[in-house]
Each structure stands twice: as C-alpha cells, then as structure tokens.
C-alpha cells in the first residue's frame, strides 16, 4: 500500500506535521527517509528477481550443453528454473547412461502389452496378486500396467511439491555459490555444483525421462478392500497406511513367494508401493 501511494504521488514527500521544535522535525526527516528506503526496495525488487531468474536460466542452457535433444526439450517443457535445474542434476549425474535409461516413445509404449516382454511383465504381475490374494483373503492388489508416458512425467514434476521443496533448495545452494562472483561461470563448474550437491531432501520422483516407470522397469501396487483403495502411493500416508497397518511386509511377502522379478520396495524417496522389476 506505502509503495502503491508513493508511485502515484505527484507531489514531493513533506511532513505533515508542526516541525517547530527541532526533536519533532527529525523525527519527520526519519520517516520521510523510512519512506522513501521502503518505496525504492519496492521498485526494486521484480527487477532484482527477473535479473535472478534470468541468470539462472543461463546456468540451464550453459550446463545443459552436449546433452541429448531429448533432454534439453524437455528442460524446455519444465515449469520453473528452480525445477528445471533439478531435472538438469539428475540428467548430468545420469551421464552417459541417460539415453539408455530414457523414457520410451509413445509408440513404444502403446505397443508394449502385447509384445512378449509386456504379456511376460503381465504374468509375473498376475503371480503376485494371486499369491497376495491367497494369503489376506477379502484383499487385493491393483497395479497400473501401463507405462507412465514422458508427457505425465513432466506433468507430475511440474505439480509435485517435494520436488519444488527439493529445487528450491538447489537453486538457493547454486545461488550462495556462484552469485556475486568475479569471475565469468564456466559450464564444467557449473555442472560439477549440480552432480556433487548433496540434494538435501530427496524429491518423491525421478526426473522427466528417468522414470523406470516410462520403460515398465518399474511397478506401483495398491491394496484395495471392496474395491475401495486403502492404502495407495501417498507419500504423506505411507507410514500409517503400509507400515503400521502390516502391508508393507504382505507385500513383500507375496512378492517373494511368486519369484525373483521384483525388487524393493524404493527406500529413497521412501515408497512400500514401489518395486523395480528385472524382465527375463
């Protein structure tokens, strides 16, 4: 409100008070000065975070040089320096088994239930929910079959709160590093910051394009009763759902007993729903 009236003002800040008495007239020399401090911060400051953002924007396309097409289109397509910066990390640390480890095309992934490997994934799937179902009769297992596209990668990482925790974190970190400096940023020592910072709080996700999930190497389960999921992939309720409730280790369980495809669950970020899977 003080900036807005000030920015409005045509007139010259004057004190509107009796400044008869030398005591009363600094004190109105104090506030005009509060004043006008307060109202050059205000006018300053969008300058100062769109200067932020786009030097940090730099950083992205300095330290994403070499990387595949694939990847750098898909830092184009994140929401977000801050995010944008995290997906970079996780695609330097990748190095070069970034393109081995990406997520398949759409048409892949279309095609790939009925392909032999995706009718195989089916039936060690089926194995599992059946030997789950045997052992806590009225309970079920329900997975999602399909992959998980590029494109809802990027949605979920754009939304999910744990990764804007987490690369708000990073941005902060890269900031007290590098601003300020005298020296012009060099791209391997800006790419050496990302692969080394111990990244805090993990994010509840893999990077765009890093999902096992986007080339089915990956499987989340949910346990349902009637039909109604009670315990699902939230993060949040993990603890009380899976763990104190006794699905974690049930699962596990009827894991083991159909084979040796599954691993897990995924303890960093900490998720009981989650096991990677190993085709034959």
């Not at 999602?144 to 970190?173: C, D, F, Y």
């Not at 900031?175 to 020592?189: D, I, M, N, Q, Y």
């Not at 109604?228 to 949040?236: F, H, P, R, S």
Request: net charge positive; glycine share 6%; with cysteine.
């Amino acid at each position: 409100m003080i900036s807005r009236n000030l920015r409005h003002s045509a007139r010259p800040l004057r004190c509107q008070c009796d400044c008869s008495a030398d005591s009363t007239r600094i004190r109105c020399l104090t506030v005009t000065s509060a004043l006008i401090i307060l109202f050059s911060l205000a006018s300053a400051a969008p300058t100062t975070v769109a200067a932020s953002e786009a030097r940090q924007d730099a950083w992205v396309v300095q330290a994403s040089a070499g990387l595949p097409p694939a990847a750098i289109d898909t830092l184009h397509r994140i929401v977000g320096v801050d995010r944008r910066l995290l997906a970079l990390r996780a695609y330097l640390r990748a190095g070069d088994a970034l393109s081995e480890r990406w997520s398949w095309t759409q048409e892949r992934l279309s095609a790939y239930p009925s392909t032999p490997a995706g009718k195989a994934a089916a039936i060690e799937i089926n194995a599992v929910a059946a030997a789950f179902a045997a052992s806590n009769p009225g309970f079920a297992l329900q997975v999602n079959r399909q992959p998980r596209s590029l494109e809802v990668q990027i949605t979920h990482w754009n939304e999910n709160k744990s990764v804007g925790k987490t690369a708000a974190m990073l941005r902060a970190a890269l900031e007290r590093r590098f601003t300020g400096s005298s020296t012009p940023l060099k791209a391997v020592e800006l790419q050496k910051a990302l692969i080394e910072w111990p990244g805090g709080a993990a994010a509840a996700l893999a990077a765009p394009g890093l999902s096992a999930h986007g080339q089915e190497r990956a499987f989340d389960f949910q346990i349902s009763h009637h039909g109604q999921v009670i315990a699902g992939t939230d993060a949040a309720t993990a603890h009380r759902q899976w763990d104190a409730a006794g699905w974690t280790q049930k699962l596990h369980a009827a894991i083991s007993i159909a084979g040796n495809r599954f691993a897990g669950p995924l303890q960093s970020p900490y998720e009981p729903w989650h096991y990677a899977y190993t085709p034959r």
